[in-house]
């Protein structure tokens, strides 16, 4: 069964500070890879997707890894900011021929000024 | 990229009653889902909203609880029948588009259904 987890479920760290959030999953066949940033009562934004060649994408303060062979991923947020506070979900895409993608339950992050 | 809305941002229903939602594109796009993100909960996936076609439903979900309208590559429709309190959710317009299958979201429509 694909599945996606991630962890911590939830973050506290205060404005400035680095944190990583971690996503291990069991997707097969495994076609892409994907944080999304969800803010409280909003659709979720794409931040990265990084195929199975990629262990290292970066869109401004987020840089996200993939290690492929132990099928995990972290997104690390540097210099943390009071908008970062959101929900960050890991999304897998497994490729049967169209796309399928299993989310995971997110990570409730909170920057603390 | 792709702009998505949906109407309406947010409702208050009573039991036994349907609630149509609406999702609009700005571009002509192929693949468009409906989700449904019950509190806490992550995304789930209800139905993939085919043009000039029935809907293709999840494991779980079924066209007479979720009917499903796309009557072009702009635009769809999702249904709550019949509602109970357990449809209380957020449910997400989605369109998959561009050369690496990107996914866009729409804002959701916050449900809630006393």
């Known amino acids: 069964k694909n599945q996606v987890e991630q962890s911590p479920q939830s973050l506290i760290i205060l404005e400035g500070k680095n944190c990583t959030l971690q996503?291990?999953?069991?997707?097969?066949?495994?076609?892409?890879l994907r944080w999304y940033k969800q803010d409280t009562g909003r659709g979720p934004v794409s931040l990265t997707i990084?195929?199975?060649?990629?262990n290292t994408k970066s869109n401004g303060r987020y840089t996200a890894t993939l290690d492929a062979d132990t099928k995990q991923s972290s997104l690390h947020i540097t210099a943390s900011q009071l908008s970062d506070s959101a929900s960050y979900i890991c999304?897998?895409?497994?490729?049967?021929?169209?796309?399928?993608?299993?989310f995971g339950t997110g990570t409730r992050l909170t920057i603390i000024p | 990229s792709a702009v998505i809305s949906q109407k309406p941002s947010r409702d208050i229903c009573q039991r036994g009653t349907s609630l149509t939602i609406q999702c609009q594109v700005d571009?002509?796009?192929?693949?468009m889902f409906w989700y449904r993100q019950q509190p806490g909960q992550s995304l789930t996936l209800i139905a993939t909203?085919?043009?000039?076609?029935?809907?293709?439903?999840e494991s779980g979900f079924v066209i007479d609880k979720f009917p499903i309208s796309r009557p072009n590559l702009t635009f769809s429709t999702l249904t709550v029948s019949n509602m109970s309190p357990e449809d209380s959710s957020i449910y997400l317009c989605?369109?998959?588009?561009?050369?690496?299958?990107?996914?866009?979201f729409g804002p959701g429509t916050r449900l809630t259904v006393t």
């Open positions: 989605s369109v998959v588009t561009g050369l690496h299958y990107e996914q866009y």
């Open positions: 996503c291990n999953y069991t997707v097969s066949p495994f076609s892409n």
């Open positions: 990084m195929t199975f060649s990629e």
């Open positions: 999304v897998v895409s497994a490729n049967f021929g169209n796309e399928k993608l299993t």
């Open positions: 571009s002509q796009v192929t693949m």
């Open positions: 909203a085919n043009q000039g076609s029935e809907a293709t439903y």
